[in-house]
């Protein structure tokens, strides 16, 4: 696929009452840089622990976000995944992600349902998202039936974005950084950069942040440095608007 310039972006994960300070900060440092939209993915109940329904603050601060160019995106609804007795699942899920895949293995029926509240406490604020993605990028076969049922436009995983009104697959690997322990961090620095090198043909670039980042000096400096780099030759947009260039393609 080819657009009228290259395009990237960046996405934030994890929105939610629990992390909206340091949001706002990662954002206040993104506009800084040069990046004036993102995609905001919000968790409506973030770890059981701080629900968006009812939260004027933070549903008033999310309007704010939406009114200045940010996309909201449907991040599933509790984020978090209970573990299971099987050691692949569990592998995958508290190794790779702490625990946090939370429609990895879901039933159809139990997605649907997690999709329909979180569209209810969306849509209480005035918010009625095309994409839906999955903690972690973790959505299994059946959770994404209910993806599509639910008549969501678009999703993503680590490697690619879909189009599930077409089922159209972009290949676009995703910068991501792990910063739960110093190793990880060290090989975050050195595979994004490497990463990034990589893809410079690639139409679509993908970064994706986490508030956790922005805890760690040097990677909150590569992520901003790669993203300066980066607009040098291409323009940051949103999901939403990369979903509606591609389908005039």
């Known amino acids: ?3 009228s310039r290259p395009v990237f972006v960046v996405s934030i994960h994890d929105v939610s009452p629990l992390s909206r300070e340091r949001v706002a900060i990662m954002l206040g440092d993104l506009t800084a840089a040069g990046v004036g939209r993102t995609s905001l993915l919000v968790i409506p109940d973030h770890h059981h622990k701080a629900a968006m329904a009812g939260n004027a603050a933070f549903c008033g601060w999310l309007q704010e976000m939406a009114a200045q160019g940010h996309e909201i995106v449907l991040h599933g609804y509790f984020h978090l995944r209970p573990k299971s007795s099987g050691f692949k699942e569990n592998f995958t899920t508290e190794f790779y ?10 039933s159809e029926n139990e997605a649907r349902l997690r999709l ?3 569209l209810r406490d969306f849509a209480g604020s005035g918010f009625h998202p095309r994409g839906f ?12 039936k209910a993806v599509i049922k639910a008549g969501f436009d678009y999703t993503t995983r680590l490697q690619n974005f879909k189009d599930l009104k077409t089922g159209r697959v972009d290949a676009s690997q995703s910068l991501v ?3 739960r322990a110093a190793w990880r961090r060290m090989v975050s620095l050195w595979w994004n950069a490497a990463l990034l090198r990589r893809l410079q043909t690639a139409p679509l670039l993908r970064f994706g942040l986490h508030p956790p980042d922005w805890d760690h000096p040097t990677i909150r400096e590569q992520i901003l440095g790669l993203i300066r780099e980066t607009l040098a030759g291409r323009e940051a947009i949103t999901y ?5 260039r591609s389908r005039l393609e």
């Open 1 to 3: 696929m080819q657009t």
């Open 97 to 106: 992600t702490a625990g946090e895949g939370e429609f990895y293995d879901l």
């Open 116 to 118: 329909e509240n979180g």
């Open 133 to 144: 993605i999955a903690p972690a990028w973790l959505l299994g076969p059946e959770a994404e």
């Open 177 to 179: 950084w792990s910063v």
């Open 240 to 244: 939403e608007e990369w979903l509606e």
